[in-house]
């Protein structure tokens, strides 16, 4: 919707327009719909623009920018309709996000036949495949090759080709459809006047519309006004496959209290876009929807302690902990140390959750791999304004971090078993490891400095403080990193600590190989149950494998029980890879029951 308006008077050269935005992402049970709504001017640059001024939607003003305004909106609610008109089609009686993705429709958009001579005029079709196979149903007596665009009205859809002239449907779900257009009066189930709305079950197989006014503050004039309307409102994502727990022999037996710890990188709303993720629909990579998938899974695995990786840190203010406190959850978050992209709150980091019934919260502590660097700049007796010390601390310096809790019981449970009696106590450690993979020397100095910090932290509480050690360390079973962990060595000839020899433009910022160790007895916990770490804990287009793990102090810890990981049948039940409709992260959760 525009407006135009002249900059001075009649005689002036430069001319605007106003002009009313506002869209929706698409409707899905459940998940609260903001508009996006806001007023611009324009200048108008030839004389065809000169014509508005004198339409009916028109408006001759003497100022470039729009008064202060706000918003009023009326939602309304459309009736039910058929969503395919070919009869066999599975979405005519499904609304379930993963029959409605891009995936399942195969990449097809919604589309309507507009041939007047065949008995399917007006019908719609939620895909070219749908309309094709109806096509031979119908009564005319029709060749096959009259099937064209000639006979199709493309609907813009949550699914974006060839046909809708957007290859990743971003513009889905508020384009205005004058082909399949309502009567007024079936729109007239206005539904509330909020900003936001919250469709539930009523609302899934119709769609909706929204107007909005944009209404000065001074005058209470109506500046401009538009209506939108949605796709059809799908249900809530249904509830994946419940897996087994692989449980080690001699689980059953005696020992200290039991435990469920779970960690998760759930992918931050700032890295999570179409660019990054083109195979996955648009609204299913919106936050509102998979905040509810993400805690689903989080609320299905009954962890009691969580370590999360890429919370972004105005979602752990404004839904995760919210969400989570409501559960009986108590929480930590630490944010990366660099600047928020864009507003703020724009930031990810790592968060620790753990139920209130289960343990209480004695210590916290947060590490800054950035401060650990210039800590070791000095150590190693670098000057901080040469060139060796800007070199060595820019190769570092990457913003991550990592969490350390001390937990207690509440209630505790021991066995006669004199070494548990007084474990009363853990020491859990989240952190995310740099991610670029052509800096294996900073991932494997970032565990080796997390290592001693750990020592120091631990050592200096109690000699058999148990430790876990939970995240995303972006590093595949087959480096250095993996290689510290559990031997607590790293071989020379290792390529990790070898990059300087192949190129003289990296810095050197490991010590000599025999430096690089630790004093923790650490096993991997899914090793150690499955016997192997899983085939990925990853699953991407372009990346499929482990980066995902959880290590524990063999003295003091011992894994029960673990969750396997889905196998790429599943994952690819609902999309190429990950993120999908039915898992919202392009990582897997690791849930493991342990026992002091």
């Not at 089609?89 to 499904?94: E, I, L, M």
């Not at 070199?391 to 209630?411: C, G, I, K, M, T």
């Amino acid at each position: 919707m525009n407006g135009a308006l002249m900059d001075g008077n009649n005689n002036g050269v430069t001319h605007y327009t106003w002009h009313l935005s506002l869209r929706l992402d698409r409707p899905v049970e459940g998940c609260t719909l903001r508009p996006h709504a806001y007023m611009y001017s324009k200048k108008m640059d030839d004389s065809k623009d000169m014509n508005l001024t004198n339409s009916s939607s028109s408006k001759v003003m003497m100022r470039q920018t729009p008064p202060a305004h706000e918003f009023h909106y009326r939602w309304l609610r459309g009736p039910k309709q058929d969503s395919c008109a070919y009869r066999q089609c599975p979405r005519r009686k499904s609304f379930s996000p993963h029959d409605w993705s891009r995936f399942a429709l195969k990449g097809g958009c919604s589309i309507q036949c507009i041939s007047q001579r065949s008995s399917l005029n007006r019908a719609i079709f939620c895909n070219t495949t749908c309309f094709k196979l109806a096509w031979k149903t119908q009564h005319n007596t029709i060749n096959m090759s009259d099937l064209s665009l000639d006979n199709i009205s493309v609907h813009s859809s949550a699914s974006g080709n060839g046909l809708s002239g957007n290859r990743y449907g971003q513009n889905n779900s508020t384009a205005s459809v004058p082909f399949i257009d309502m009567d007024e009066e079936e729109w007239e189930e206005e539904i509330s006047n909020d900003y936001v709305y919250l469709p539930h079950e009523e609302d899934v197989g119709r769609k909706l519309k929204l107007e909005a006014m944009a209404v000065s503050l001074a005058t209470g004039e109506v500046l401009m006004s538009r209506a939108v309307k949605t796709d059809i409102v799908l249900s809530k994502a249904p509830t994946p496959k419940k897996l087994s727990f692989v449980t080690v022999k001699n689980a059953g037996g005696g020992g200290g209290a039991r435990f469920r710890v779970v960690t998760y990188n759930i992918l931050a709303e700032i890295y999570a876009t179409q660019q990054q993720y083109p195979h996955c629909d648009f609204w299913a990579l919106n936050w509102e929807y998979r905040f509810h998938n993400i805690l689903r899974e989080l609320t299905d695995s009954g962890g009691d302690v969580i370590c999360l990786q890429e919370v972004q840190a105005d979602h752990y203010d404004n839904y995760l902990y919210l969400a989570l406190n409501d559960l009986g959850y108590e929480g930590v978050f630490k944010s990366k140390t660099r600047d928020a992209m864009g507003m703020v709150g724009k930031i990810d980091g790592c968060a620790i959750f753990w139920k209130r019934a289960k343990f209480h919260l004695i210590e916290s502590y947060s590490i800054e791999f950035n401060d650990l660097a210039q800590r070791q700049c000095q150590a190693i007796g670098l000057n901080p304004n040469s060139k060796e010390a800007v070199a060595y601390l820019s190769r570092l310096s990457r913003d991550n971090v990592a969490q350390l809790v001390v937990l207690e019981l509440v209630q505790t449970q021991f066995s006669s078993r004199s070494r548990n009696e007084s474990i009363k106590q853990i020491c859990i450690a989240n952190t995310h490891l740099y991610s670029h993979k052509d800096f294996p020397d900073v991932k494997l100095w970032q565990t080796w400095q997390l290592l001693q910090e750990l020592e120091s932290f631990v050592m200096a509480r109690a000699s058999n403080l148990p430790l876990m050690i939970c995240g995303d360390l972006n590093s595949t079973p087959d480096t250095a990193v993996y290689d510290l962990l559990g031997r607590r060595v790293v071989d020379h000839r290792h390529p990790d600590v070898n990059l300087t020899s192949n190129d003289d433009s990296i810095p050197s910022v490991l010590p000599d190989s025999r430096s690089l160790t630790h004093s923790f007895v650490l096993g991997s916990v899914y090793s150690t149950v499955m016997g192997n770490e899983p085939p990925f804990t990853n699953y991407t287009v372009n990346f499929k494998g482990v980066l995902d793990y959880m290590w524990y102090s063999v003295q003091f810890l011992r894994p029960l029980s673990t969750r396997p990981i889905p196998d790429e049948t599943e994952i690819t039940k609902y999309g190429e890879a990950l993120p999908s409709t039915m898992n919202s992260s392009d990582h897997i959760m690791l849930i493991a029951d342990m026992q002091l």
